[in-house]
């Protein structure tokens, strides 16, 4: 049994919890969930000093993090489906549309804390601007080259159903509006991907 | 011939640099330095719509990033030194270090850009203090079980290597006074990988 640290919430919990479901680890997943608007959750902290979500716990008590590495050893363990091309510029591509995901969720998660953490007059417009235009040039790059539906997801395709979810969830859909292609994308990844709709936060 | 879009100060760069020494590969890039302190750097929000640094882009114009794929692809190229061990445990827990050492960097960069982007007023007490704990406990984690210098480093120490560099270069060295072990695997670090000085940051 393993155990996964995370929050209902969390786009990057969410990726990991679709990984699992997709390889068929889910249910030798116990899923603890913490609330990282608390500082220094003592459970958290004594399993990853940077107190961030997901860590994996590993039967052995080994921790795992960040959700890029926790999703390449849920990938190891079972040989199909193959989420993660094991080489070739075709894994670095994989990587890559992850890593942009990942940076969109990173620039979403900073907004909401801007409002979170700070009452109004200390939120930073120059730095509200820096975030949205991430997640602004982001979201019109993958327009622009929208990734295509296979009805096999990979690494790429879950990182970014996540963070699109989270976008959704945080910021009220209104990427929805100017972005067809993604939403297209993303209704076929709903509809075929059980597994997202049953980690959507609520 | 590759490009890097990096920039002297950065420590995700600086990873990449020392990645690319190490492997024998660093003349056949061309380091481009993006000034990220001003909003859509033209040139970088072309080349990663996160508008990030570093960007590997490869001779036939495609774009790399973040830093771990960077250095992954660079590990790919060249069979030794490896510096990702290609599979088991020892590879997830040197990505696991590598992604440690990433969150030091992150939490470190924050700190920086409080003070860059916000006048006085509308820095956060409470937003300080959150990331000042994950550099600490991150600190106090690793001194007290600190990496051992073999001689060989390997993806995990180069990130860590260069995330202490940006703690002393940004943060007035102030980490060395109450970690000794780690001070003494630095110098070590420093003192056996001449691309450590080479990339530092002036």
Redesign the interface.
Known sequence: MMTLLSAPASPFGRKVKITAKLKGLFDQLSVENIDTSQ??NPVL?ARN????IPVLILADG?????S??IC??LD?LVADPRLIPA?G?VR??T??RG??A???MD?AVLLV?EQR??PE????E??T??QQ??ID??L??LEAQPPEWSGQPDYGDITLASALGYLDFRHGGRWRSNHPALVAWLGQFGQSISAFDETAPR
């Open positions: 500082p220094a902290k000093p940077l107190q961030k080994t921790e795992l993090y960040d890029q590495v390449e050893y190891s080489s510029m670095f591509k990587l890559r890593a942009l990942d940076g969109l620039a804390y953490f700070r007059a200390m939120r930073s120059a730095w601007a820096r235009s991430k040039q982001t019109a790059h």
